[in-house]
């Protein structure tokens, strides 16, 4: 199971820290990412961490989120800082077995959180 929490409202150029609490799953054997759907978009890969440790970011996200995993805590948080109104969306929380470095194909993720609404006024 994952759970996401810390989204909200925030003016642009403002930050937010997503977290993702995961439970009933060996946590380091996964690849851990971050996804994001905008109102009439598809569902896209924003940032995703390899169970080696490797990173991925999306172009529109490179500089302004990091990605890091505690695996003592389980969780996977997504620091989101200078924040635009275009990062609006739900954002998913996912977890991927059968891979071992970062992927954003939806199809390899076999869990998914709720997501959490992040919404930026401009």
């Known amino acids: 199971q994952l759970v996401e929490s810390g989204g909200g409202l925030v003016q642009a150029g403002g930050s937010l820290r997503l977290s993702c609490a995961a439970s009933?799953?060996?946590?380091?054997?996964?690849?851990l990412g971050w996804f994001r759907q905008a109102p009439g978009k598809e569902r896209e890969g924003v940032s995703i961490?390899?169970?080696?440790?490797?990173?991925y970011y999306a172009d529109s996200v490179k500089g302004r989120f990091t990605i890091s995993a505690d695996n003592a805590e389980k969780r996977v948080y997504l620091q989101m800082n200078s924040l635009k109104p275009e990062d609006t969306a739900v954002y998913y929380c996912?977890?991927?077995?059968?891979?071992?470095?970062?992927?954003?194909?939806?199809?390899?993720?076999?869990?998914w959180g709720q997501g959490t609404q992040v919404t930026v006024s401009s």
């Open positions: 996912a977890a991927a077995h059968l891979i071992r470095v970062p992927s954003v194909h939806l199809a390899d993720y076999e869990l």
């Open positions: 961490i390899s169970r080696t440790g490797s990173t």
């Open positions: 009933g799953f060996r946590f380091d054997d996964f690849t």
